[in-house]
């Protein structure tokens, strides 16, 4: 069964500032997870193609100009680069293509050409490749070879373009959560919204949100589309139908207690800060408060106890420690004071197994884990997805490690490899837990509880340690420490094993602190996923996705 592919617009509404690409690659990583591969088509940023043709007026020939279109394209390429750069600092697997490359082809004019043609058989294996394709909208190649514009909402119609040819769904993603009978950002009270929309009416009450031109394609196609806004699951269908006028939704801006503010945890701060709208962070527990307060925190925000956490009513508790304990007392006490909980560590989330996950479900709040396995790599998310047809799980499941066994592939000593993971942020001083087995085997016990509702222990699985590990000989291929579960005829069964693998295999090409997972079916199906698999940013966008998750379910 081939993956579904989505395709998002990032129009310049929603891509006027730097970290707006954060959110934009957020919203693509959301998708991600969902099990979705995606086609992301990105405008220029903000005003960048005015600026780019007010120096075309400057040093061009008057009236028509033939090389404008070179000239205008690149604030769709930097755009596009810019939004696979902040897909690659958080893991998510990225590759940018051009409307050469993908045979996006146009007639007519240089600056309002029509679309006539897609290489869909070249996106479709650049997906199954990357997973994730970034392409500039706007620009297509015309005749004489010549990079050719497709005019006012160039980038929209690109993306419905893109959808059509390759039949699937086009999400046009805006400063706004949806179509609304008035501009919502006018002074009065809210508007009433739209669930949906014909293409009609669309183009009477909220025209200026998707040019005529766009709009007109996706008629003539009888395409259904959607519009919304990034970080917000909250949509409105446009299509061949108009559906009865409904009261804006509200948001609940969500208060936020963390345990732990390292690495990850201050990813996290960093990225809150930056939804202001949706969370509030309340207090945060560390070990040393001065520490904290010379990098800047605000001594009110910081305690260094957990019972400051609960009076802080927090409406989600984020547990960002290590360890086993106090972390798992301190989530199942937030969780019996019906606090969502949003945890990255492994060891204290495998520790409470399936009594956690029960004790969550019976008062009625969410207990999220996406960033204690894999990384930027969602594989606790396919496991929940799929679980009951999953037959086999290979994954690499320590990002340190992969990156060290990379290192040492090439020659390196052990210590060097060692050293240098420390240095980029991937081991921790003491690396124990990532080199005798211990980090990826608490994971191997999520993706057996989640992917095949099994529970075992840490003494279950056979591990190998490459505590020391300096091969006598070259390997033949590449070195590679796989986590293996499966569940067959003899029983469940679990190892985490050292492997020598060709280059053509497909855990083999994950390179440096990349994480790559093969899923096998009971039907024979086989779905594979990569990312990063270790790192700052990796881990803070996992548990910004839960975050965001559990903030939609508070509209």
Not at 406 to 427: P, V
């Amino acid at each position: 069964m081939p993956v579904p592919v989505i395709v998002l617009n990032f129009g310049h509404s929603v891509l006027r500032t730097l970290e707006d690409y954060t959110n934009a690659a957020s919203e693509i990583y959301r998708h991600y997870r969902q099990g979705q591969n995606v086609v992301a088509v990105t405008s220029a940023q903000g005003d960048q193609s005015d600026v780019l043709l007010a120096e075309a007026r400057r040093i061009g020939p008057e009236g028509q100009a033939k090389n404008l279109p070179e000239l205008i394209q690149l604030g769709e390429r930097r755009s596009a680069a810019l939004l696979a750069l902040a897909l690659e600092r958080i893991g998510a697997p990225a590759f940018v293509r051009q409307a050469r490359d993908l045979g996006l082809t146009a007639k007519g004019s240089s600056t309002e050409a029509e679309l006539t043609g897609l290489d869909a058989d070249q996106l479709h294996q650049d997906l199954k490749d990357h997973d994730i394709v970034v392409m500039p909208g706007y620009v297509a190649i015309g005749d004489k070879d010549r990079t050719v514009l497709l005019g006012q909402g160039g980038s929209d119609l690109t993306a419905l373009f893109v959808a059509d040819q390759i039949d699937s769904p086009a999400l046009l993603l805006k400063d706004v959560d949806g179509v609304y009978a008035r501009d919502p950002k006018q002074s009065g009270d809210s508007p009433e919204r739209y669930s949906d929309i014909s293409w009609d009416d669309m183009a009477k009450v909220a025209g200026p949100l998707v040019e005529p031109k766009a709009l007109g394609f996706a008629k003539k196609h009888e395409q259904s589309f959607r519009i919304g806004r990034p970080g917000i699951p909250l949509y409105t269908t446009i299509g061949s139908k108009t559906g009865p006028l409904s009261a804006a939704p509200k948001f609940k801006k969500l208060r936020v207690a963390m345990m732990g503010c390292g690495v990850v945890g201050g990813g996290v701060f960093r990225r809150m800060k930056a939804s202001p709208d949706k969370f509030e962070m309340v207090k945060i527990m560390v070990r040393d408060i001065e520490k904290y307060i010379d990098q800047g925190y605000s001594p009110d925000l910081l305690t260094t106890e957990f019972d400051d956490l609960a009076a802080a009513k927090p409406d989600i508790f984020i547990d960002v420690s290590g360890g086993i304990e106090p972390a798992l007392s301190n989530t199942r006490a937030m969780i019996e004071a019906g606090v969502h909980v949003v945890s990255a560590n492994k060891q204290a989330i495998a520790k409470g197994g399936r009594e956690l996950i029960n004790l969550a479900e019976s008062k009625g709040v969410e207990l999220l884990f996406s960033a204690s396995a894999g990384g930027g790599m969602p594989v606790l998310e396919m496991c929940k997805r799929e679980k009951g047809r999953i037959t086999r799980v290979q994954a690499l499941l320590n990002g340190t490690t992969n990156f060290m066994l990379g290192e040492i592939s090439k020659g390196r000593s052990y210590e060097d490899a060692l050293a240098d993971a420390q240095e980029k942020g991937f081991a921790e001083a003491d690396p124990s837990n990532d080199v005798n087995g211990a980090d990826a085997g608490a994971k191997i016990l999520l993706v057996a509880l989640l992917g095949f509702d099994e529970e075992i222990t840490i003494d279950d699985i056979h591990r190998d340690s490459i505590e020391n590990f300096n091969p006598t000989e070259p390997p033949k291929g590449s070195i590679k420490r796989i986590a293996t579960v499966w569940k067959d005829s003899n029983g469940f069964s679990s190892r985490l094993d050292l492997k020598d693998l060709s280059l053509n295999n497909f855990l083999a090409k994950a390179e440096g602190e990349e994480a790559h997972a093969v899923f096998d079916f009971d039907d024979g199906d086989q779905y594979r996923i990569r990312g990063k698999g270790a790192g700052r940013w990796p881990t803070t966008e996992s548990v910004m996705a839960d975050l965001f998750d559990i903030s939609a379910l508070n509209l």
